[in-house]
């Protein structure tokens, strides 16, 4: 029984420093290639630069560049030097070429893929990568002070409570990270002296053509049921009393008929009248039409809005319109209080067929679009859409003709990796679960004695369940279902390599 034991501890200890090989190899994608937001635009841009801005791109540096790049390379010299003195190959350890080849060779790919991002490659970035792994292969992987180090390291880890403290350690700080956008999706940031405006920006260059026939905004975000009921409403003026009781600051129903003025109806606080210009009341005399370069703006600054939305950190907009073009982009504004094209409070505007929705905070940025809600595809044709945009705290969603579309911004799964500069794409997402779930799932499996595998995934698998409940009792936000599953995958990878850092004892 003990041989067995023995072969068993013998293989896991051949596969440790592979392993953590790889795990170092995947962070450093992580770190050099995010945000993975990959397009042959960059490197057609780069070939049709002329030679001296190739010289500039290729062979650009400074000092603090180079220091971080020798320190990224160095473990993989460090692991490089173990894995060879693991496999008794003494003679490949003193051999300068294999980890001069060895960091060269994958910096080159790394600085060849970033030719497809918005991010420089250089020359002095390969030479820094290689003697990084050269300083670490024989500087730093030959001290023996360092492996004595990593040896006694792992012996404490080794203790039971130890292993719980690093596990409560670094739950906790998983815990807080994923409810860090939550902290920071407010409305504090927001500026007054911004108009309220329909069809354009105040610098009249984002400009919207169509029909509007209402315009509302509410303090709060409203339920799925109650857009639903407004949708049914219609646009008839006998329901102002149900908007003005669902919390409207502002409410234009467009019922003048005549005149370049629309009152706001809302009743709450000082009216917040509009005065248009190149604007044309329809026959109906129930609606506006907006032409190129027409503008509705507030006569007064939007601030009754400002004051009553940072109080709640939520809110919506509705609108009743008709697009005079599905091919208006910018994206063409048809309701903003904004300054102009950069400095903005909330914006709900068209590109295309698609309605982009941007709402400032400390996350989303001043001109709120470093997080946005994009809905593709929403305007199928130039009838008349009822359009409502709802935000809480981080969670946005667009509503159209009483159903949701598919598109949800998520308070964590789109924040996130975003607010770690990682990228806001699928790979991006995946990457933050591989930088911060899978070691959770190595340090959890290594508390059990019993049904390690097993117990690791109900732990990390329950805990994000948990957090995603949360969200969803909270703040409403759909499940994250892609981001439980990749959660999940990456704790069971995790619970996999746990394996090898586990020595097998014998009963007897």
Not at 310 to 319: K, L, P
Not at 342 to 355: A, C, K, P
Not at 404 to 422: F, K, S
Not at 452 to 469: A, C, D, K, Q, W
């Amino acid at each position: 029984m003990v041989p067995k034991l023995d072969s068993r501890n013998d293989w896991k200890r051949k596969i440790r420093i592979p392993c953590l090989l790889f795990v170092y190899f995947i962070d450093v994608l992580v770190i050099t290639l995010s945000p993975f937001e990959f397009s042959v635009f960059w490197l057609r841009r780069l070939v049709f630069s002329d030679f001296l801005e190739l010289l500039v791109f290729f062979f650009h540096t400074d000092i603090l560049d180079i220091v971080s790049n020798i320190l990224l390379f160095i473990p993989i010299g460090i692991l490089l030097f173990f894995l060879l003195d693991q496999n008794k190959m003494g003679k490949e350890r003193r051999r300068i070429w294999i980890p001069l080849c060895a960091g060269a060779l994958l910096s080159l790919s790394i600085e060849t893929a970033q030719l497809f991002l918005d991010r420089s490659s250089s020359f002095f970035d390969v030479v820094s990568n290689a003697g990084g792994t050269v300083l670490g292969f024989y500087g730093v992987g030959r001290w023996i002070l360092v492996r004595r180090f990593v040896e006694g390291f792992y012996r404490r880890f080794e203790i039971f409570p130890v292993r719980f403290s690093f596990v409560l350690i670094y739950g906790t700080a998983f815990i807080m990270l994923f409810l860090l956008p939550l902290k920071f999706n407010h409305f504090m940031n927001w500026e007054e002296g911004f108009h309220l405006l329909i069809g354009n920006e105040e610098t009249l260059d984002r400009p919207w053509e169509g029909e509007v026939y209402l315009v509302a905004v509410y303090d709060r975000a409203l339920r799925l049921s109650e857009v639903q009921s407004l949708y049914d409403s219609g646009t008839d003026e006998i329901r102002g009393e149900i908007r003005r009781g669902k919390g409207a600051v502002v409410y234009y129903f467009f019922s003048e008929g005549r005149g370049d003025t629309i009152r706001d109806s809302s009743g709450r606080g000082e009216s917040l009248d509009l005065v248009g210009q190149e604007v044309r009341w329809l026959d109906s005399g129930k609606g506006i039409e907006i032409r190129e370069g027409g503008l509705l703006r507030s006569s007064n600054p939007g601030d009754k809005i400002v004051r009553a939305l940072r109080e709640a950190s939520q809110m919506t907009v509705e609108v009743w319109m008709r697009t005079g073009n599905l091919n208006q982009s910018g994206p063409a504004r048809i309701v903003s209080l904004s300054g102009d094209t950069d400095r903005r409070n909330f914006t709900l505007g068209q590109n295309g067929q698609d309605i982009h929705f941007r709402v400032r905070t400390p996350l989303t940025g001043s001109n709120g679009s470093r997080i946005r809600l994009k809905a593709a595809s929403v305007l199928k044709d130039q009838d008349v859409y009822h359009v409502v945009a709802t935000f809480n705290q981080g969670v946005a969603r667009l509503i159209v003709d009483g159903r949701p579309t598919r598109e949800v911004l998520r308070e964590d799964v789109d924040y996130l990796p975003v607010l770690l500069e990682l990228g806001r794409n699928t790979t991006a997402k995946v990457a933050f679960c591989f930088v911060f779930v899978f070691p959770l799932g190595l340090l959890v499996h290594g508390v059990f004695r019993r049904g390690r595998f097993l117990l690791t995934l109900l732990s990390v698998g329950g805990l994000v369940f948990f957090l995603e409940m949360f969200y969803y009792l909270r703040l409403e936000q759909p499940f994250g279902f892609f981001f439980f599953s990749v959660s999940f995958i990456t704790a069971a990878l995790g619970g996999v390599a746990g394996y090898a850092f586990d020595e097998e004892k014998s009963s007897e």
